[in-house]
């Protein structure tokens, strides 16, 4: 569904259909609903919900990968040491290790990319909805204070560009192993 002009919108049109009649002249059905608060009210609280839940889901994928990278090192550092299979067996386990650990790192880097991406559609959504209630009324809570200079990181948080990073410098640390290993290899 396409949006309506600004002004359309403030007054609470939306687009009902698209049609070309005969004369070849495109033209907008726009209608006017009723606002019912009570849907909106809930419309609002899924909304925030379901942010939550994405916000909530990055920083468990994030968790997730730090135990996994744990895991892999120890493997690692284990093969080679001592204790480990040592020599060349344990080198060659170690070059295996590191290649997971590097698809392990891209691919968590890419998740945590896409999920941050659905994070700010959600937020999007829940601001637009906002926007509306703060029309007939309501408060902007979402977006409070998020038009001041100073106050860019309301709009768009930094942390999302901190957790597609972190696994990317793993990968870069995965990848000086690989090649540490082969050169030792």
């Not at 977006?143 to 990968?171: C, E, F, Q, Y």
Request: proline letters at 5%; charged letters at 15%; hydrophobic letters at 45%.
């Amino acid at each position: 569904m396409r949006r309506p002009p600004v002004f359309t919108a403030k007054l609470g049109f939306q687009e009902l259909t698209r049609l070309t009649p005969p004369d070849g002249m495109p033209r907008v059905v726009w209608i006017w609903r009723k606002p019912r608060e009570s849907m909106l009210q809930t419309q609002y609280s899924v909304s925030v919900d379901l942010y939550k839940h994405e916000d909530s889901t990055n920083w468990q994928k994030l968790n997730n990968f730090f135990y996994i990278t744990v895991s892999l090192t120890a493997a690692a550092a284990f093969s080679v040491g001592k204790e480990g299979a040592g020599g060349n067996l344990g080198v060659s386990l170690a070059l295996i290790i590191s290649f997971i650990g590097l698809c392990v790192s891209v691919g968590f880097s890419q998740m945590l990319h896409f999920g941050t991406k659905y994070l700010l559609a959600r937020k999007s959504a829940l601001v637009e909805i906002e926007e509306y209630m703060a029309w007939h009324g309501g408060q902007p809570i979402v977006t409070w204070h998020s038009s001041n200079p100073g106050d860019r990181h309301l709009r768009k948080s930094p942390t999302g560009l901190i957790m597609v990073l972190l696994p990317i410098l793993v990968a870069i640390g995965w990848a000086g192993m690989l090649g540490a290993l082969i050169y030792t290899f």
